[in-house]
């Protein structure tokens, strides 16, 4: 039995710091889990940095808020309406 899991990154003006977070995600030794990265409506470049940092990384998300929804939002959103394990 595999234990996959899944990772939500909800960020919010974190260009200084969102590299380092996505990059020490990648290096896990454990690679079967899925991150979703979700930009609340960031007003500096965090969006377009954690897009490239992604790359084409299949393990990972990126998506952008239309308007700030908060951090327990975003993990609800991240967590159970986006996973691909709650995709129909």
């Known amino acids: 039995m595999k234990n996959k899991f899944i990772v939500v990154v909800p960020l919010y003006n974190a260009e200084k710091w969102i590299g380092k977070c ?3 995600l990648k290096l896990q030794s ?4 899925e991150c979703i990265v979700i930009d ?3 007003s500096d470049n965090s969006y377009e ?7 084409d990384d299949k393990r990972f998300r990126v998506v952008r808020n ?3 929804l908060g951090p327990l939002a975003n993990a609800y959103k991240g967590a159970v309406d986006l996973s691909s394990d709650n995709e129909d």
């Open 49 to 55: 940095r954690a897009v490239k940092i992604v790359g």
């Open 40 to 42: 609340d409506c960031s």
């Open 22 to 24: 996505l990059m020490s």
């Open 30 to 33: 454990h690679t079967d889990y």
């Open 66 to 68: 239309t308007k700030n």
